[in-house]
């Protein structure tokens, strides 16, 4: 039988094609040293990741830097230092899941420090009490930023709080079009699982918020499912020694959804 495609299609296919060929093309252009010397300064794991990792951090950080647009809030210069900073952070989530870079992102907005946020927020639109914030990310294809704390995150990268992996945890939530704490899976049989541990492992920090109770995660995952994806994010790649201590089960599952075991790096 012989198919006939629209104009509308043939217009998709030969995008679709585009992009996975500028995408390769990015992942395999050189990376220049002066990034490497900004990651060895700003980001503690770089030094100890494997060789093999390595190399695919440096092709995301291409992919994201090619195709992403930076821009300065509140006097907030742009130069390699933020931008390969901010993007090597974001790229530590796919580096073990492969696949596309953060599709649905189109802008990065960076204030020098904490900001007012006013009107809608990221999630859904809703509408806001004007908020001092660190960072938020928007489903309809932006991220913002304080590069004060980003780079502060992105330096003590031991104490679970980190801007950077916070939001950009939120964007791959946010790429079936729900912010709810359940990001693309594998297939269809991995959500019923993801289901139980996380959504046990939500009830369990709410408990022990409400009972004053330590906790390794940061208490603002207790917010909703969404924040806690994010905080558990956080918690993975920076305290993964202790999540695994205490919440195997949770470190399990991040661990078979980012694809990575940070122990011995992190």
């Given at each position: 039988m012989l198919v006939v495609l629209g104009v509308g299609a043939m217009l998709w296919i030969t995008l679709s094609v585009h992009r996975k060929a500028r995408h390769a093309a990015l992942m395999a252009a050189p990376f220049p040293a002066s990034w490497s010397e900004i990651l060895t300064r700003n980001l503690p794991p770089y030094p100890r990741l494997p060789q093999g990792l390595r190399d695919k951090l440096h092709g995301y950080i291409n992919v994201f830097l090619g195709t992403k647009n930076f821009e300065g809030c509140g006097g907030q210069e742009i130069d390699d230092e933020v931008r390969v900073t901010i993007a090597a952070q974001a790229c530590l989530l796919l580096i073990g899941r492969g696949g596309q870079c953060f599709p649905k992102l189109r802008s990065v907005l960076v204030?020098?420090?904490?900001?007012?946020?006013?009107?809608?927020?990221?999630?859904?639109?809703?509408?806001?009490?004007?908020?001092?914030?660190?960072?938020?990310?928007?489903?309809?294809?932006?991220?913002?930023?304080?590069?004060?704390?980003?780079?502060?995150?992105?330096?003590?990268?031991?104490?679970?709080?980190?801007?950077?992996?916070?939001?950009?945890?939120?964007?791959?939530?946010?790429?079936?079009?729900?912010?709810?704490?359940?990001?693309?899976?594998?297939?269809?049989?991995?959500?019923?699982a993801w289901a139980h541990v996380l959504g046990g492992e939500y009830q369990s920090l709410l408990k022990r918020v409400d009972a004053h109770?330590?906790?390794?995660?940061?208490?603002?995952?207790?917010?909703?499912?969404?924040?806690?994806?994010?905080?558990?994010?956080?918690?993975?790649?920076?305290?993964?020694?202790?999540?695994?201590?205490?919440?195997?089960?949770?470190?399990?599952?991040?661990?078979?959804?980012y694809k990575l075991d940070p122990i011995g790096w992190s």
């Open positions: 204030y020098p420090h904490t900001y007012v946020a006013r009107g809608k927020g990221g999630f859904g639109g809703v509408e806001e009490a004007p908020s001092v914030r660190l960072g938020e990310s928007w489903q309809s294809g932006a991220v913002v930023l304080s590069w004060n704390s980003v780079k502060g995150g992105a330096t003590n990268f031991d104490d679970g709080q980190n801007v950077t992996l916070h939001e950009f945890a939120h964007q791959l939530d946010q790429e079936d079009g729900a912010a709810d704490g359940t990001p693309i899976l594998d297939g269809f049989s991995c959500y019923g109770r330590k906790t390794v995660m940061d208490r603002y995952g207790a917010t909703n499912p969404a924040e806690f994806f994010a905080v558990a994010s956080e918690t993975f790649f920076e305290k993964p020694e202790q999540l695994l201590h205490r919440q195997p089960e949770l470190f399990e599952a991040l661990k078979g959804y």
